[in-house]
């Protein structure tokens, strides 16, 4: 049995997806089962990452265990990581494979130090998250984005959960660090444009100032954290952020998917509502 955690986000259900693709038994944790719509065949349990004593029952008989870093509330740092792993090793888990979302955290600090084999998959910025625009492509076929010309190699969600998919279930990725990025680097421009093709309609690039950008992610909401890392990392992508690596192909024995056949398979949620 695997056990994934943090099944209901934009990973986790892609490892949920690949495991069955697999054919291997996957349980899913999360707060409120009802709510998981997973697929069939997936075990729904309830469990709190921050409260490790609702895993108790979730760990019979897992063997492999997928764990993120973050829990509660604005995605606050986990600080149950020994607790967890000390459940997991108890419970005879013999793998763990941990999302990485940049940076050191408690969580995987305890999964290093906890005596399980271990696997760290940090991927670059999603595919998935060009969906931030499609409100604006439908309604005005449009984007508008500070920095046009920064630089991604953006990874396909589906291929991080096929990365975590076979660490958790194979051999030979104990003790790895896996970064995964998609096969391309691309441009804002190289993104709309893949969209416009997918969806069969023009998108425009608008280009805002930094100042504008602000603005922007103001009247949305964002807390000034949040809008103080995005002109960090658009402002100047880190190198790996924008290098291409063979992780998926090395570990899946296929090529990573590009952004192409991504906005292809998206390309409903960027048309016009009376065409959706």
């Given at each position: 049995?695997?056990?994934?955690?943090?099944?209901?986000?934009?990973?986790?259900?892609?490892?949920?997806?690949?495991?069955?693709?697999?054919?291997?038994?996957?349980?899913?944790?999360?707060?409120?089962?009802?709510?998981?719509?997973?697929?069939?065949?997936?075990?729904?349990?309830?469990?709190?990452?921050?409260?490790?004593d609702t895993l108790t029952g979730a760990l019979d008989g897992v063997t492999g265990l997928h764990l993120i870093t973050f829990g509660g509330e604005y995605f606050a740092p986990l600080e149950t990581g020994p607790r967890i792993v000390d459940l997991a090793r108890e419970a005879g888990v013999r793998r763990i494979t941990v999302l990485n979302g940049g940076g050191p955290t408690p969580l995987e600090d305890a999964v290093r130090a906890g005596g399980v084999p271990w696997t760290v998959v940090t991927p670059v910025e999603f595919m998935a998250n060009a969906l931030e625009w499609a409100e604006g492509i439908r309604t005005a076929d449009?984007?508008?984005?500070?920095?046009?010309?920064?630089?991604?190699?953006?990874?396909?969600?589906?291929?991080?959960?096929?990365?975590?998919?076979?660490?958790?279930?194979?051999?030979?990725?104990?003790?790895?660090?896996?970064?995964?990025?998609?096969?391309e680097v691309l441009t804002l421009k190289d993104k709309t444009d893949a969209i416009a093709a997918a969806r069969g309609r023009q998108v425009r690039l608008v280009e805002l100032s930094e100042a504008e950008a602000v603005e922007q992610w103001r009247a949305e909401g964002r807390p000034q954290d949040v809008i103080d890392f995005l002109l960090e990392v658009y402002g100047d992508t880190p190198v790996e952020g924008r290098t291409v690596h063979d992780t998926v192909e090395r570990v899946t024995g296929r090529p990573a998917r590009t952004f192409a056949e991504w906005a292809r398979t998206h390309a409903d949620a960027f048309r016009p509502w009376s065409a959706a």
């Open positions: 049995m695997n056990l994934v955690t943090g099944a209901t986000g934009t990973v986790g259900r892609q490892v949920v997806a690949e495991l069955l693709r697999l054919g291997r038994p996957v349980r899913a944790l999360t707060r409120d089962p009802a709510k998981a719509g997973l697929p069939d065949g997936v075990e729904v349990v309830r469990g709190d990452l921050t409260d490790p449009e984007v508008r984005e500070p920095f046009t010309g920064r630089r991604s190699a953006m990874v396909h969600e589906g291929d991080i959960g096929a990365v975590a998919a076979v660490a958790l279930t194979e051999d030979g990725h104990a003790g790895r660090e896996y970064l995964v990025t998609g096969p």
